[in-house]
């Protein structure tokens, strides 16, 4: 499929066309073939209401590691983001119907991945998410816009949830309601890591708070990490988002929208390679409280993306992209799926975690 984006690709200097790339829920991406090649993304503007303040954090962000990078030796085109400016010079261009468009280089050799295929796989994945938040350490958080306020505030994303359920405008409610109890039944966990942060045990970091698999592009060949990417919503937050959102979507044997639930189940092998991974990585800089919610957070972050997934079936679809009707309802499922699992092996967890 052919886009039309010849009067966008111009602003950049570019003047062939391209297509549509990659598995993402909420920008719509293209591949541009030219040379270099490229990566043209429309910002979804009706999740980031203001463009520029995402462009200022992912300017500022990129800048950060490309001295980083540099200063290490390493290949700052290939381990970082950048950013291809428009003819007049700008991070982005914005077209007269209000449409925000950005173009990245394309980093070659690497790609992402929707599942991991072997535990190691997903431990390098561990390593870059983690030298990631290590490079921004120092990074002045309070140059950073909160693009989406609230982002990993579970509790408000649980009031959220109960206003889609009251709302109802799909008339879905009624047919959802063993998914609707699941998440209200589990409301008393909800604020356990923003208690934490309220009450100073948990710091705040700059995260990069979507760490999914297919947010770092790993090397073809060597299969280690290369670049983390889609950085819309690095903000402050906790290092506990970022452990326990790879984990919802690399430690689950099947896809985040599996229909067939009996292949869904939370692997412990997967989350002792990454928690070994990640550990070795930012461990020494972790609090006592940071280590105790580790595996909880694996927990919680799934049952969020769950109540995240369900709240928008029950509000149209309006958030997350979807291919097929139900979409949204079946990805929560496995969420849920994952939740009742962890739930059983939390021992477990807890008992890995104590090993590193
Ligand atoms: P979304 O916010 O919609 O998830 P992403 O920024 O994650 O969008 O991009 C979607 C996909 O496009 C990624 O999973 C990756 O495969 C590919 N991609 C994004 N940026 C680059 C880049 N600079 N080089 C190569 N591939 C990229
Ligand atoms: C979205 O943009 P993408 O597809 O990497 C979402 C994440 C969810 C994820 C669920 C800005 O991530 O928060 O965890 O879908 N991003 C935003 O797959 O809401
Ligand atoms: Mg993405």
């Known amino acids: 499929m052919k886009s039309d984006l010849n009067h966008v690709l111009r602003q950049f200097n570019i003047g062939v066309d391209t297509n549509p790339y990659g598995s993402g829920h909420i920008n719509a991406t293209y591949l541009v073939d030219c040379a270099p090649q490229t990566i043209l993304q429309k910002i979804n503007t009706s999740i980031f209401k ?141 604020s356990r890591i923003t208690d934490a942060i309220a009450d100073g045990s948990v710091p705040l970091r700059v995260t990069h708070n979507d760490t999914k698999l297919n947010n770092v592009m790993l090397d073809d060949v060597t299969h280690e990490g290369v670049c983390v990417i889609d950085l819309d919503t690095v903000m402050p937050g906790s290092m506990l988002y970022d452990f326990g959102d790879s984990l919802r979507f690399g430690a689950s044997t099947g896809a985040e929208d599996e229909t067939d639930l009996s292949k869904i189940e939370f692997d412990l092998t997967y989350f ?66 994952l939740v009742a699992d962890m739930e059983k092996k939390m021992d477990q967890m807890n008992a890995i975690v104590a090993k590193y």
């Not at 993306?305 to 369900?310: D, I, K």
């Open 272 to 337: 002792e390679a990454f928690t070994k991974a990640f550990i070795e990585e930012v461990g020494a800089d972790m609090t006592a409280r940071e280590r105790e919610l580790l595996a909880f957070s694996a927990l919680l972050m799934t049952l969020e993306c769950g109540m995240r997934f369900l709240g928008d079936y029950l509000n149209g679809d309006t958030y997350f992209r979807i291919h097929r009707e139900h979409h949204n309802l079946d990805r929560c499922r496995t969420q849920f799926k």
């Open 50 to 190: 203001d463009p520029s303040d995402v462009m200022d954090n992912i300017a500022a962000v990129t800048e950060h590691l490309r001295k980083k990078i540099i200063a290490a030796g390493g290949d700052p085109m290939r381990e970082t983001l950048t950013l291809v400016p428009t003819v007049d010079g700008k991070p982005f261009y914005v077209d007269p119907d209000g449409n925000a468009y950005r173009m990245y280089y394309f980093i070659q050799g690497a790609r992402t991945y929707d599942q991991a295929e072997s535990p190691e796989m997903f431990a390098a994945s561990a390593h870059a998410f983690g030298k990631f938040q290590r490079m921004l350490s120092d990074f002045p958080a309070h140059v950073l816009h909160e693009v989406i306020p609230n982002f990993h505030n579970t509790s408000d994303r649980l009031r959220q949830f109960r206003e889609a359920v009251e709302k109802d405008v799909m008339g879905r409610a009624a047919s959802v309601q063993p998914e609707i109890e699941f998440v209200l039944s589990r409301a008393d966990v909800v």
